[in-house]
C-alpha cells in the first residue's frame, strides 16, 4: 500500500471508531456532546492515533488491535487544544481556519468539552483488551503520564509562564518534549503495548517517539520563521509575533537546522531493530520530518 | 469507636494519602503541583471518600482496600469545584472561606490544575489492586462514567443551561442526580468493589447512594432557604439571589420537606442486607441528613 492510500485508509479506520465510541450528538446533553464532537472532528490529521496504529503493526498487532488507545491519544490531544486555545490560555479564535470550541460554544462549555474527552480517553483506553504484558493499569498509567502535571500540562503551564520572558534553551527543549514529544511517544508506545510488544521493541519505539517528536517540533519552529504564510497555510511568524521563545530564536537558524538533522537520523536508527518491519513508520517519520526547512 | 473519632480517623487517612500519592508542592514546575495541593487541601471535609472507605468496610475489606478509589474521587470532587468556580462558570471568588484557585493562581493554571487532579484520579484508580469480581477496566469504567458527559458534566452543564431560567421538577432532579448522587453512589459502589462486594451488595450500596446524595442535596436546598446564614456558615439565599433553582423554589417547602424524609427513609432501607455490619453507614447518614430543616 502507498503511504497516501495507508494514510487515507487509518484515518477512515480512526475516524468511524471516533464516531462508534462518542456519545451521539443527540445524546442530553446535547450541546456538550456537539462540543466534543465539533472538535474531535474539526479536520485533525490523526497524526497521533495513526503513529499508534502503525506502531502496533510494526510489532505484529493488527490495527484494529490499537483503535481503543489511539481514539483515547486524539481525545486528549484534542482536549489540550481546547483548553489551550481558550481566552485564559493562549487566547486562539481560530484553529484550522474554524472557530475554535469557545468562539462556536462559550468558555464555560469549552472547558467542560475539554473535561469531557479528558475523561472519555480513559473510558476508551480502559475498554481496551488487556495484553499477557501490558494490563489495564499499565495502559492507563501510561497515558495519565503523559498527560499528567508532570508533561503535557507541565509543558502548558511553563509556556504560560515563560510569555514575553527570555526562555533558556533547556527551557525550551523542556517545553516541546512535554508538549509535542511526549504524547506523541505515548501514541506510539501505547500502539506497541497494544500489539504486546516486547520490552526491547517499546523501548525503541520510545526512541523513535522522543526522537520524532522533537524533532517534528524543531522543524515546525523553524518552517515558523522561514516560510511564507501562504505555504504553511496558517500565519508565519505568529511565534515571534506573540514573543514565544522557539528553537531558532534560542538556537539561531543553523544549529536548529543542524539538531532537527542530528533527531531525525535519531528517529531512523532507533527503528533498526524493526527491519523490514519497520519499513511503515520509517515512511511515517519522512513523511513528517522531509520538509525544505 | 465513636461516629466522631471514626471520621477523624477516616480522615486522617485519606489526608495522608492524598499527600503521599500527589506529586510534592516543589515538583517542577511547581506552580501547578502547588494549586493542585492549594485546593485538595483546601479544608474539605472528605465526605466521599470516607463514604467509599466506609462501604470497603461494611463489604468486609479494609479501609486500606479502598485508600486508592477514596483518593480518584476526592481528586475528581476537587477537579470539579475549581472548574465549576471559575468565572466562565458559576465565578465563584471564595470557598470554605478561602479564595478560589483562579483568584489565588489565576484563570489558566486554575483550568490546568483541575485538568491535573482528573488526570491523576484515574492514574490512582489504575493503582488499585483489581480484585476477584472488579477489574482495573471495571473500577475505571464506573469512574469515566460518573465524571463523564452524561453525569457530573451533564449537571453542570444543564446547571449552566438553566441560569435565569424556568426549570422544571424533571430537570431540577437531573440537575441534583448529576452534580451531586452520581458522584456520591460512586464513590460507594467503589468502595464496595475494593472489598470485592457481591453483585447484590454492590446493588445495595448503589440504592443506599442514589438516596443519600439526593436526600443531602434536597436537604441543602432547604436549608439554604430556611436558615439564617449564621446557623448555615455560609451566605443563606446565595441560590435565590443567583436565580438557581432550588427544590423548594421548584416544589415548595412542604413537598421538599415530604421528599428529603423518604428519600432519607429509602436510604436506611437499602442498607438491611447488610445487618449490623451496615451500622456505620446507617450512622454516616444520620450525620449528612440529620440536620433542622
Same mark, same amino acid.
Given at each position: ?6 494514510l487515507?485508509?487509518?484515518?477512515r479506520?480512526?475516524?468511524?471508531a471516533? !464516531? !462508534?465510541f ?19 472532528f474539526a479536520?485533525?490529521k490523526?497524526?497521533?492515533?495513526i ?7 510494526a510489532?505484529? $498487532? ?36 474554524k472557530?475554535?470550541s469557545?468562539?462556536v460554544?462559550g ?5 467542560l468539552a475539554g473535561?469531557?474527552?479528558l475523561?472519555i480517553?480513559?473510558?476508551?483506553l480502559?475498554?481496551?483488551?488487556p ?5 489495564t493499569g ?16 507541565a509543558g #502548558?503551564?511553563i509556556?504560560?509562564?515563560s ?8 527551557e525550551? #527543549? ?16 501505547? $500502539? ?18 522522543q ?6 517540533q ?5 518552517l !515558523?520563521?522561514?516560510?511564507?504564510s ?21 538556537? $539561531?537558524? !543553523? ?5 532537527a538533522? #542530528?533527531l531525525?537520523n535519531?528517529?531512523h ?5 524493526f527491519?523490514?518491519? $519497520?519499513?511503515?513508520?520509517?515512511e511515517?517519520a ?8
Open positions: 500500500m502507498l503511504l497516501n492510500e495507508y487515507a485508509s487509518r484515518q479506520l480512526v475516524d468511524r471516533l !464516531d !462508534d462518542l456519545p451521539r450528538a443527540t445524546t442530553k446533553p446535547a450541546t456538550i456532546h456537539k462540543a466534543m464532537r465539533y472538535s474531535l479536520g485533525g490523526r497524526l497521533r492515533p503513529l499508534c496504529l502503525a506502531a502496533a503493526e510489532c505484529g $498487532g493488527s490495527p484494529e488491535s490499537a483503535l481503543h488507545a489511539a481514539c483515547a491519544v486524539e481525545c486528549v490531544h484534542t482536549y489540550s487544544l481546547i483548553h489551550d486555545d481558550l481566552p485564559c490560555m493562549d487566547n486562539d479564535d481560530f484553529r484550522r481556519g472557530p475554535t469557545h468562539k460554544f468558555e464555560g462549555l469549552a472547558v473535561d469531557a474527552l475523561t480517553a480513559f473510558e476508551l480502559a475498554q481496551a483488551t495484553r499477557a504484558r501490558y494490563s499499565a495502559l492507563i498509567r501510561e497515558l495519565t503520564t503523559a498527560a499528567g502535571s508532570r508533561w503535557l500540562i #502548558q503551564v509556556d504560560l509562564e510569555e514575553g520572558k527570555k526562555v533558556s534553551g533547556r525550551l #527543549q523542556f517545553i516541546h518534549k512535554a508538549k509535542t514529544a511526549a504524547l506523541l511517544t505515548t501514541s506510539i508506545r501505547l $500502539g506497541g503495548m497494544s500489539a504486546n510488544s516486547t520490552a526491547p521493541r517499546l523501548q525503541s519505539l520510545n526512541d523513535f517517539g526522537a520524532l517528536g522533537l524533532a517534528f524543531v522543524i515546525d519552529d523553524i !515558523d520563521v522561514t516560510q511564507t501562504e505555504k504553511l497555510g496558517k500565519s508565519a511568524g505568529k511565534d515571534a509575533a506573540a514573543q514565544k521563545a522557539t528553537y531558532p530564536s534560542v538556537f $539561531g537558524l !543553523d544549529r536548529s537546522r543542524k539538531e538533522r #542530528q531525525t535519531n528517529a536508527a532507533a527503528l533498526a531493530p527491519g523490514k518491519n $519497520g519499513a511503515r513508520l520509517h511515517l519522512d513523511h513528517l520530518l522531509v520538509r525544505e526547512y
